[in-house]
């Protein structure tokens, strides 16, 4: 099974559902329709609506991110797992490189998969290094680091999946090259049957895919979809995506 998920990050108001009918019309149509899943993370504001406009159909909706409680708390501002799955979600992304920048530690978001999969949602854990550690030939380490903090063999795995973000690439049009990539990706999927003890979770790849480098991708047999961002915001970029990788 293959995943495309798009990340809306700070972007949509309630008639942006238009973006999502178009691409939930070409998935239910679409031959290939079985052989992958497509999730749409928007903002907090539109899960509830955005969930029950889907409810029976294909897409399925999750959060961007979730806090590290698990129901209600004094926390300002903060929505807990519950919370979101009480209004629909059925995925969240847990450690996106937005919020680690924002403070999120391994505790915290050792908290958040937690929590998140207490209450039935899947979660993506986003992973990546960034330009510095790059240059420094850290990558692995840090991955390694990133994955061995926070996961943990008692975490039900077949409700992770784990997206490997690299920093550099978000938002920048720059890729890693295929050989990069690959190996990148088997040593993710090799720290994640260490810590499993068996077969590893999917592990997406994120970072400036679009309609042409997703052949690119395709390449790679370990990659088991992508977490997209800019292209979400626009059904004909995202589907155009999920057409070219099956071409
Ligand atoms: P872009 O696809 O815009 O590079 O964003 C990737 C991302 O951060 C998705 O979570």
Redesign the pocket.
Known sequence: MKFFIG?W?MFGVPKSINILNKINSFYSKDKNRNKYRVIMTPPYTLIESYAKNFKNKKISIGSQNCYQKEQFSSDTAAVSPYMLRSVGAKYT?VG???NRGEGDTNAMLKDKVKYALKNNLKVVF?IGENKSEKKNKKTLNVLKNQLTKVLEKKFNKSNIIV?Y?PIW????GKIPTLLELEKTTIYIKKVLKNIFKKNSPAVLY?????GSNVKIFKEIKEIDGF??????KSSKKFIDIIKNYYR
């Open positions: 990340n990050k992304l996106h490189s937005d986003c997206a973000e690439s978000i938002g920048t994120g970072g400036s895919v679009d977490l997209i961002g800019g292209a979400s």
